[in-house]
């Protein structure tokens, strides 16, 4: 002290900022990929003396550029959090699940244990064994676990997360927004951003927006609550929570009346002219065909060719390839025509046209809440710029049936959407009104509008079947397909002979028939309840099933601890895999301490979710940059141990040894098909060849000296028009991205969902519904988009619950994963249930007040925070701030605890129907209806404790 008042009057400087604080010390800068949320931005990890001094974004990287976000900085207190697992645990003998009590023992204990009792399922019955992973980025491997092992009960995140949004897409364009696709900012005039805050694609987003609004775009955001993005947004349209289907119809309505369609992208690209049977029977709905055998079986999900059209010019019926698209024909979007056998037809568009006939912006104001007048505007918006703002850009490219283009035209209308309009139960049919919509403008795979990533475009349907028959599960043996899939018929379902479901999570079932993510949010209640059996063994990576990753939660917690008449656990063994001390882990009978990214191999390959930008495939790596804490190993090494163990036979030689050591030694060396492996940079035996190669024994360190990633530009000619592009197309294939070089014409008219309609009428041989789900099925597998209520409405009482409740992800925290965050904490350590200040004042709740929120199902008491950013019919608030006592080291009475709270206690994980409770899920694809819960609210009493409610006993540390 003395010295610093002495200094004060000195003239040397107080503190000398470009001094070396720790001269001679040894630093380094290395490479990876942050993991702090979902986005894979590339990093720079500082170290001094091997230790870890601070993180930044990596300028050389193609996803982000340089930059990083608070929650990529904050990576360092990940690293030193006080909730890290470090060693493998078992529940000590005659404790309860959920008190969190264990007794630390070796891996090689751990993996005795495991591999005993797997090998045992597997060699009786495999389905026993269940594997459900979170927000991971390694399905490649799991899958490929999963499937070896013989279990079709596998699957990630995405049936509670966002599959919606992956399947109504995928189903009628071919591709997704984020990994699969995303809007062109570059090129755009407008941007539409609906049912999206803060989102996966974070710092590109952000990027892309910011330079977007900087050349002049006009950018309008679409969304209940304005958070996130919609801060910069020139207009926030405020919409009712389940109700964007509603709009998207609406505004269908609007562009073909006006008819501001892109006619020649419809005729050309798109189903639209395709004639569809109007007769009733077997081919009802169907597209029909030519009968002759030599043209091929008729036109489905799976064989695109065999189709009609009516050519206006010559007015006759002709196949839609390739003499429906030659010079001269003019394909009908309208009308209805007869075949040679009197069957009555009519182009698909027309019965779109049909659809949307009674949508208009009267009938979509009185269920969005927006102005009938501002719909219209906003179709005239999006209709001018698409057609009347567009240009040309000089790129030469050839479609699919040999013609020439000399230019691409530019439809510059982008839409960026996710999880707003994905998680509700109408959330399929809501994402197809989207892409519908963006097809009439012609905005896809064009420059300004919607653009994929490779490897997508997929086909429609993807060529991606999931197992689906109970003769491919057996003792000891691989499944011979996958366990996730795209099903493009009902004889595509995972179902026995009676129409059970064959899944634990009734994925691929009648119930929820094309959930092509599985539905990971039903797997306790079904396997405690024993439906359709039970389990022996569930391992559950990196989600908090516990707490707020499950609807539902408290009933969630009682039953993963619920015991059957002889006092054995429903769920006999509880695995739990995770890095940190989250609420689930104090369920489990084993922990498996994970690694954090900085301390392992990862790869975000081009066999599950890779990093590729518009203009070409990218694939990345994580590279470990530290030691592992403690005793902690990766999951990746766990996976390929417990293969080499239970001598699953593609991690095992012809020998019957070990194939691979670890897990890089495995990604190096696997090679699903000859020549591609899970990483697509630098292979070859010297490294000299790039997506297609034999194995590089240097690939590792080719991708560490690369900046951790691979990124491989496309000629110009590559980069649009990728559905219908020849030299894509035929390279697509060429480097196993996909099955066929076939076209991808756009399905704005499913077939794939009448087939199932067909199977529930009763019109088709074969496979049919059960009884109780026949209505179910024949209403919501509609052909054509169409809005209904999320089903919640129908058992819920409006009048008694007014308002919707939903969840915002906030920008600093990625789920429940920084709760432990020292530097991330001092930003939410508890939330707030945000009303619009109308609202509040109705229920008579004071700004800052205590209120309980009620819905059917819970209730919750938590703090209101009045705010103008809201709709006044919706309440809202950050996502998973809310913990449970002791859970993630947090010191009792912690803020997160006492103060922060679950909007999840709400939310029913079923819905009671006349045959017993059904997933409160989307009948089309089972994803997790969590946006769907309507609320009251009104306020806590004076005498009330000023804290949370429910609370919970706190778990062992
Ligand atoms: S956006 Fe996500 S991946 Fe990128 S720096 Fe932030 S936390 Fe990391």
């Given at each position: 002290m003395r010295h610093a008042v002495f200094k004060l009057f000195s003239k040397e400087p107080l503190h000398d900022p470009t001094a070396d604080p720790a001269p001679g010390a040894r630093r380094e800068t290395k490479t990876t990929t942050c993991y702090m949320c979902a986005c894979r931005c590339g990093i720079r990890v500082h170290l001094r003396d091997g230790k870890l001094r601070y993180i930044d974004g990596n300028p050389n990287h193609p996803i982000n550029k340089g930059v990083i976000c608070a929650k990529g900085s904050a990576g360092i207190m990940k690293q030193q959090s006080p909730a890290r697992l470090t060693r493998p645990l078992l529940r000590k003998a005659g404790s309860e699940r959920g008190a969190g009590e264990f007794e630390p023992i070796s891996w090689a204990r751990a993996f005795d244990i495991l591999a005993t009792r797997l090998a045992t399922i597997r060699a009786t019955d495999p389905r026993q064994f269940a594997l459900f992973t979170g927000r991971d980025q390694m399905q490649a491997l799991t899958g490929l676990f999963a499937r070896q092992f013989g279990t079709p009960n596998y699957a990630a995140h995405g049936g509670f997360c966002s599959v919606n949004m992956a399947a109504g897409m995928i189903y009628t364009i071919g591709g997704s927004f984020w990994e699969f696709g995303g809007p062109d900012l570059e090129r755009a005039k407008l941007f539409v951003m609906i049912g999206t805050a803060e989102d996966h694609h974070s710092n590109p987003l952000k990027i892309a927006i910011g330079d977007f609004k900087r050349r002049g775009g006009r950018f309008i955001s679409i969304n209940p609550v304005r958070t996130g993005y919609s801060a910069i947004a020139d207009e926030w349209i405020p919409i009712r929570p389940g109700t964007d289907g509603a709009l998207f119809m609406a505004l269908l309505h609007e562009l073909i009346a006006s008819d501001l369609v892109d006619h020649a992208f419809l005729k050309r690209?798109?189903?639209?002219?395709q004639l569809v049977v109007l007769d009733e029977g077997e081919r009802e709905g169907m597209f029909a065909h030519d009968p002759d055998p030599g043209k091929g079986p008729p036109g489905d999900g799976r064989h695109p060719h065999n189709k009609l059209i009516y050519d206006t010019a010559s007015r006759t019926i002709k196949a839609a390839y390739p003499e429906g698209i030659e010079e001269g024909c003019d394909p009908a979007l309208a009308g209805t025509y007869a075949l040679a056998d009197g069957t009555r037809v009519a182009p698909s568009f027309q019965l779109l046209r049909d659809r949307v006939a009674p949508c208009t912006p009267e009938w979509a104001t009185a269920i969005t809440g927006i102005d009938a007048d501002r719909i219209r505007k906003l179709a005239g918006e999006l209709g001018d710029t698409a057609l009347q703002q567009a240009f040309e850009l000089p790129i030469a490219w050839t479609d699919a049936w040999g013609t020439r283009h000399a230019t691409t035209q530019a439809r510059p209308v982008a839409f960026h959407a996710m999880r707003g309009l994905a998680a509700h139960s109408n959330g399929f049919q809501t994402v197809r009104a989207l892409a519908v919509l963006m097809s009439v403008l012609g905005t896809i795979d064009r420059p300004g509008g919607f653009r994929h990533k490779a490897p997508y475009p997929r086909h429609i349907v993807p060529n991606f079947r999931a197992f689906n028959s109970p003769d491919m599960i057996q003792p000891n043996t691989p499944l011979?397909?996958?366990?996730?899939g795209f099903p493009a018929n009902p004889d595509e379902l995972a179902i026995e002979a009676d129409g059970t479901p064959m899944r634990i999570d009734h994925a691929f079932s009648w119930e929820h028939p094309l959930s092509a993510h599985g539905l990971m949010h039903t797997v306790i209640t079904n396997a405690t309840r024993g439906d359709p059996y039970r389990l022996d063994t569930l391992l559950i990576f990196m989600s908090n099933m516990a707490w707020n990753s499950t609807m539902n939660t408290v009933a969630v917690r009682e039953m993963l601890n619920r015991r059957n008449a002889d006092g054995e656990h429903e769920i006999p063994f509880l695995v739990v895999c995770d890095a940190f001390q989250s609420e689930t882990v104090a369920f489990a009978d084993l922990v498996l301490p994970d690694t954090t990214y900085l301390e392992r191999h990862d790869v975000m390959s081009m066999l599950d979710r890779p990093i590729s930008e518009f203009d070409g495939p990218a694939d990345s790596v994580r590279v470990p940059v530290l030691p592992p804490t403690g005793e902690c190993k990766p999951f990746q090494e766990v996976i390929v141990e417990l293969a080499s163990r239970l001598k699953l036979p593609a991690f095992t030689t012809a020998e019957g040894t070990r194939k691979f050591k670890d897990y890089p030694d495995f990604v190096v060396n696997f090679e699903p098909q000859p020549g591609i492996g899970f990483l697509m940079g630098w292979r070859g035996k010297d490294g000299d060849q790039h997506l297609r190669g034999a194995p590089n024994p240097k690939q590792w360190e080719m991708y560490a000296n690369n900046d951790c990633v691979f990124h491989l530009k496309l000629p110009e000619t590559m980069h649009y028009m990728r559905n219908w592009n020849r030299e894509y197309l035929d390279f697509a294939k060429d480097k196993g991205w996909r099955q066929k070089n076939d076209v991808v014409q756009l399905?704005?008219?499913?077939d794939t969902l009448q087939s199932f309609r067909l199977a529930a009428q009763g019109k088709t041989a074969g496979r049919r519904p059960p009884e109780h789900l026949r209505e179910r099925i024949a209403t919501y597998f509609d052909p054509l988009p169409f809005w209904y209520a999320p089903l919640e409405d129908a058992v819920t009482d409006r009048a008694a619950y007014p308002l919707a409740a939903i969840t915002q992800r906030p920008m600093a925290m990625y789920h429940a994963w920084d709760s432990q965050n020292a530097w991330l904490r001092q930003i939410h350590s508890h939330n707030y249930l945000h009303v619009n200040p109308v609202t509040a004042r109705a229920a008579g709740i004071a700004d800052g007040g205590w209120c309980w929120v009620e819905s059917r199902w819970g209730r919750v008491r938590c703090m209101l925070r009045c705010s103008e950013a809201v709709e006044p019919g919706t309440v809202w608030t950050w996502n998973a701030i809310g913990k449970g006592e002791g859970a993630w080291h947090l010191a009792p009475g912690a803020d997160e605890a006492r103060k922060g709270f679950l909007l999840?206690?709400?939310?029913?994980d079923e819905l009671p129907t006349d045959n017993g409770p059904i997933s409160n899920s989307d009948p089309v694809t089972g994803q997790a209806g969590w946006y769907d819960v309507r609320v009251r609210i009104r306020p806590a009493g004076p005498d009330e404790p000023a804290e949370t409610s429910p609370r919970f006993a706190a778990a062992a540390e």
């Open positions: 690209y798109t189903n639209a002219p011979n397909a996958a366990p996730l399905a704005l008219y499913s999840n206690h709400l939310i029913s």
